[in-house]
T-cell receptor, first 116, second 113 residues
């Protein structure tokens, strides 16, 4: 079955360190997204990609970067981790626009990141 | 002001109750409306999907959209303990923003036996 996986599931790091969170999907979806989830804020979009070599900033992109070298993967990098980036991070994917189902996003299980 | 507002609750109801979850929004361009369900320590999963105004029913779940009031609702009939989760509304304007969803804060629901 197709799926979307994230690794690691839990990560503790120190302030100032570079951290990379992995996201891998086997849906063959063109669209991929990174969100963070914090109490009181719901899901906020960090970065997104509509295809290989395409990346775009979301509403909370400062301090984060992504790169898309193939269809399956969209790693999220925290350049210099800060305590404000302690959060749960979700990766999601969706298919290219071919109808209403375009807007359905499939989510990974999340990565819980703690920055000390 | 957030584009999408959702009462975070928490909401606690007895088994069998009718549950009403709501979101309001300010962006009149939103055309696609979704409800996601998220169990504890899991990723969200799509529950209901509606285009434009109207009602949609799926088993015990009914989604309503009132674009004139910028208000959407999710009703759960005969609620079960297994419905205990966080419910997130999400919206999309279509067109060039086809991939991007704007989420509400999520409502934490507990159904107790």
């Amino acid at each position: 079955d197709a799926e979307i996986t994230q690794s690691p599931r839990h990560k503790i790091t120190e302030t100032g360190r570079q951290v990379t969170l992995a996201c891998h999907q086997t849906w063959n979806h063109n669209n991929m997204f990174w969100y963070r989830q914090d109490l009181g804020h719901g899901l906020r979009l960090i970065h997104y990609s509509y295809g290989v070599q395409d990346t775009n900033k979301g509403e909370v992109s400062d301090g984060y970067s992504v790169s898309r070298s193939n269809t399956e993967d969209l790693p999220l990098t925290l350049e210099s981790a800060a305590s404000s980036q302690t959060s749960v991070y979700f990766c999601a994917s969706s298919e290219s626009p071919t109808g209403l189902r375009t807007y359905e996003q499939y989510f990974g299980p999340g990565t819980r990141l703690t920055v000390t | 002001q957030k584009e999408v507002e959702q009462d975070p609750g928490p909401l606690s109801v007895p088994e069998g109750a009718i549950v009403s979850l709501n979101c309001t929004y300010s962006n009149s361009a939103f055309q696609y409306f979704m409800w996601y369900r998220q169990y504890s320590r899991k990723g969200p999963e799509l529950l209901m999907y509606t285009y434009s105004s109207g009602n949609k029913e799926d088993g015990r779940f009914t989604a309503q959209v009132d674009k004139s009031s910028k208000y959407i609702s999710l009703f759960i009939r005969d609620s079960q303990p297994s419905d205990s989760a966080t419910y997130l509304c999400a919206m999309n304007a279509g067109g060039t923003s086809y991939g991007k969803l704007t989420f509400g804060q999520g409502t934490i629901l507990t159904v107790h036996p």
